[in-house]
Structures are given as C-alpha cells and as structure tokens.
C-alpha cells in the first residue's frame, strides 16, 4: 500500500496513510479553493497519473516544479519513488535499504512505474493495466468521472467498447475471451489479405450466381480437356494404323511418279545416245570386224553404214525436240515427287505431333485453372467469413455470459452495502450490462444524494468482488448525500482493508463516533488559514 507522500511545496510535507479511510479534512465552513481536490490530483499523479499535469496547471504555474516522493510498503519491504512535474514521464527509483537491489536501475520509465505498480498490487498478469483499473475510481474534481448515471466512465465521452473490457479484466473474466480474440483478430488478418487480392484484380470475385456459373463451366472444362487427353492417347495407340491409312495413299502416289521418272529418264537416255553415236563407221572399224568374221562383206557394211547415218541425219531435229520434252517432263516429276515427299512428311508429323489438340488443351487448362482458383477463393472467403462469424458468436456468447455474471455479483454486492447506508428497505440501484451499452438504474429512489450514494455503493463494490487496490472520493461525491448516510459510508470504507481516499469537511455535524473515526484518519487539515501550497492565487489579475 501507499504508506507515505513527501511533497515540499504542500503545507504539510510528510503525509502518511494507513490501509482502510484516510481523510483529507477541510473547514467547518466550507470554505473552497483550499487545494482539496488538488492533493487528490497529487496523490493520483503519486499514483502513475497524468491529469495532475492537466487540472492542476494552476498549481505548477503558481509554486514551480512540483517533486512527489513516495514510499510503497508491500510485504514488509519499502520501494520508493520520485516524480516531478518538470519530467513526468521519468519516475526515479530512491536507493533504500529494505527495497534495494543491484538489478534495480535508479530510472524508470512511466511505463514502467505503472508495470510495477500493477505487479506489487498483485493485478493478474493478463488483467487490466494499473491505470485502467483505477483511474474510472478516482473520481476528483475536474476529471469529469463522478457522473451517478454514467459511473463507470473515465472521461464522460469514453466509448462502452473501452468499458467493456476493462470490466471483464477486473473481474478476471477475459481470459477466454482473449483468446477467441486473438483468433478473431487473425481471422480479420486473413479476410484483409484476401480482400485485397479481390481489390488488386488478381482474383476475380464472384457472387453467389456467379460461383454457380463458374462451377457449371468448370465442369464443362473438365469434360473437354478429358476427351482432349483420351484423343491424345489414341493418336499414341493407334498411330501406326494412323500412318498406314493416311500415308500409304500419299506413298502409292510417289512410287508411280518415280516409275514414270524412270522411264522418262531412260528414254532420254537413248535419245542422248541416238544423237551422240548416230554417225557412220569409218573403215578401220570395218577391218577389225571382218578379222572376226571374214566372210562378211565390207562393201555392204559401208551401204548400211550410209543408210543410217542419213536417217540419221533426218531424224537429228526431231530427236532434238523429243529431249527437250522429256527433259521437262522430269524436271515437272521431280518436282511433283518432292511436294509428294514434304506431304508424306507433314502427314507423318501430324501423327507423332497433335499440336492443334495440345494447343487446345493448354487454352482450356489455363481457363480451368483460372475458374478453379476463383471458386476456390470464394470458398475460402466463405471459410473465413463463416469463421469470423463464428468467433464473433463465441465471443458474444462468452461474453453476455460473463456480464452476466458481473452483473449479478455487483447488484448483490450493491444491495448489501446500501442496506448497510440507509436503515429500513432502501431500493437498490441495478447495473445492466450488455454488448452494447450499460446502465445505472437508480430505480424508484431517483435523488441526488441517494444516486451519489449508488455510485459509492457501485465503488464499494469493485473494491470487494475485484483486485481494484484504491479508491479517491473528493467532496462532491458526497455533497448531496445525507449525513447519516454519510456516517455508514465512512464506516465502510474504514472497514475495508484496502485503501480509501478521501476529502470532506463540516466535520461537526457528524455524530462524535464519526468524528474520531475522521479524526483517527486524517493525513492533512485545510482551511482558510491553512491552504494546501501555502498560498492563494484565486484572487490575482
């Protein structure tokens, strides 16, 4: 707990707290602008907060930098700390030597005081921040969170967004909660991502008719590219016969144009020879013949000789032009046998190459990958968008559960401590909680004071069924409660073993039992005469 508070500027410079009431008590006349609500402020600037800074701007501006030193004792050992208003954000560590340690580094981050605070108050570690907690308790003048119909905000604009999980923390009720969170927050993760491959145009995406449509084509796809495949396999299974059928016909037609290459050529060979060796023997040659055969008669060769080589000599012009003819004959056959030949080829080409079919094949593959990715998407988008909802029903559920049970315990709560305020059959106030929104429910007794008193039952409340460590109450929570009231509150709070803060004056008109119990309780005394900085500045110009 907090145990002591060391300020210079304040009129008192050492102020020591005890566990249960502590009281800052001001004059029986009421006097205001005595620092009352600022030494709350202080304490909660001791306490890691930030509105001292703020509210208090009056105060720095009027006595300088403001130094708090605090003493905390837990568990019979002290920690100490210092923070200034020059550099808030800094909380140094004093050297002591119950609460010393060699790891300790004599700086800390305000981040880091608060992580101490919330650790040696022994807030769960997956619970509400030290500040968190506190602070929607802290109800000081100026920070505008003493509202008896909206008292569980911390600022009067904060959303129920921010309540909510506070509450469920407080109570140790997020756990669960936490981890459907996590897992809705991955969820979310994805459905961005997927979202925007859809807005990038990298996958199309599709309504429900749409998806329909696209499975309905993908099934016809499927189809085509199967009998694709199966006449694949056929044009391999049956290639020969493919070949026999469609290249015989083509090899046929080839063998009888070579035929007729052949006998052109060797009509053009005996044409060549009738127009080189037509001419007529001469007499040597008739020589050598007759020493073979000597009977014959070489007067009569020469005759023949001559006879030939005349019809020779006729026939020389048309032999001439039959050449001529053949040879373009052969040239008009070679080139027939070569188109024949390149035919035979392509044909042969085709049959081990169906590329016509492959290349359709690959169009229709490339449209079915292009639909299955797209149906797939939406399924998935389906998958997490269910899932999502999913997460987000669990989470309502687990958490209108756990509401639920907030709710019941500090109704309970609730009536237990305005019973113990007001004597007789008092009406209770009802907290609703939903998913939604909250309300404070005043019932039939809608009074100022007995409202105030709600919310200080409310408060009461937190501090028993919770791990909340502190209460601060300034004088207007209890300005329009009657004294009696009053009484049985300051009752409680002394019962409590926590710590509560508190301001109030017009002491006398308690009961003398009240008045000790203030008395005993005290930490600092205002008035007039005794302002809280030792000086007044309400007057100036």
């Not at 145990?3 to 006349?29: H, M, W, Y």
């Not at 967004?161 to 909660?177: C, D, E, T, V």
Request: aromatic residues 10%; contains cysteine.
């Amino acid at each position: 707990m907090l145990k002591e508070l060391r300020c210079a500027q304040l009129i008192k410079k050492r102020l020591v707290f005890n566990s249960g009431l502590n009281v800052l008590t001001g004059p029986d006349d009421g006097a205001n602008s005595i620092g009352k609500s600022s030494v709350l402020m202080l304490l909660d600037f001791a306490f890691a907060g930030d509105d001292f800074i703020k509210l208090c701007a009056d105060v720095i501006n009027n006595v300088g930098i403001v130094t708090v030193e605090v003493d905390f004792i837990f568990d019979g050992l002290k920690y100490s700390f210092s923070r200034s208003t020059n550099d808030p954000k800094v909380v140094s560590f004093l050297s002591e030597s119950e609460s010393e340690s060699e790891s300790e580094s004599p700086e800390k981050s305000l981040d880091e005081y608060r992580q101490f605070l919330k650790k040696i108050y022994g807030f769960p570690e997956h619970g509400s921040s030290f500040r968190s907690a506190v602070n929607p308790f802290f109800r000081i003048w100026g920070k505008d969170n003493y509202n008896p119909n909206k008292p569980l905000n911390s600022f009067p604009s904060e959303p129920y967004s921010k309540i909510k999980p506070n509450l469920l923390k407080l109570f140790s009720l997020y756990g669960a909660l936490r981890e459907l969170e996590k897992e809705k927050a991955a969820t979310e993760k994805k459905k961005n991502i997927l979202k925007g491959v859809f807005n990038e145009g990298y996958i199309k995406s599709l309504t429900t008719k749409q998806k329909e449509k696209s499975e309905e084509r993908l099934k016809k796809l499927e189809t085509e590219i199967t009998e694709i495949k199966c006449s694949l396999e056929n044009y391999s299974i049956n290639a020969n016969q493919i070949f026999n059928e469609e290249n015989l016909k083509i090899k046929s037609e080839k063998d009888e144009l070579v035929n007729s290459l052949f006998l052109l050529k060797n009509r053009l060979k005996r044409t060549d020879d009738n127009l080189t060796y037509g001419n007529t023997f001469n007499k040597k040659n008739f020589e050598k013949l007759k020493e073979y055969f000597p009977e014959v008669d070489d007067k009569k060769l020469a005759k023949v000789d001559l006879f030939h080589s005349g019809i020779s000599k006729i026939l020389k012009a048309e032999l001439r032009e039959e050449k001529t003819l053949l040879e373009e004959q052969i040239e008009s056959l070679e080139i027939e046998i070569r188109s024949v030949e390149l035919k035979l080829l392509e044909s042969a080409r085709a049959v081990g190459k169906p590329s016509g079919l492959v290349d359709k094949m690959l169009e229709l593959s490339s449209e079915e990958k292009d639909v299955r990715d797209q149906i797939r998407f939406c399924e998935i988008k389906s998958t997490i968008d269910d899932k999502a909802d999913e997460v987000s029903g669990q989470i309502v559920e687990k958490s209108t559960q756990s509401l639920s049970i907030i709710e019941s315990k500090l109704n309970a709560a609730m009536s237990k401590y305005i019973n113990r305020f007001y004597k007789g059959k008092p009406v209770s106030p009802k907290i609703i909680l939903t998913e939604t929104k909250y309300e404070f429910n005043h019932n039939e007794d809608s009074g100022t004071g007995k409202a105030y008193a709600n919310m200080i039952a409310l408060d009461m409340s937190f501090l028993e069924e919770t791990y909340l460590p502190i209460l601060i109450h300034d004088l207007i929570v209890f300005s329009n409660i009657e004294d009696h009231a009053i009484e049985d509150i300051f009752a409680e709070y002394s019962s409590t073993k926590k710590q509560v803060f508190i301001a109030i004056d017009k002491v006398s008109r308690f009961k003398e039992a009240t008045r000790n119990l203030v008395k005993s309780n005290e930490f600092l005394i205002l008035s007039s005469e005794r302002l809280a900085f030792g000086k007044s500045w309400k007057n100036r110009t």
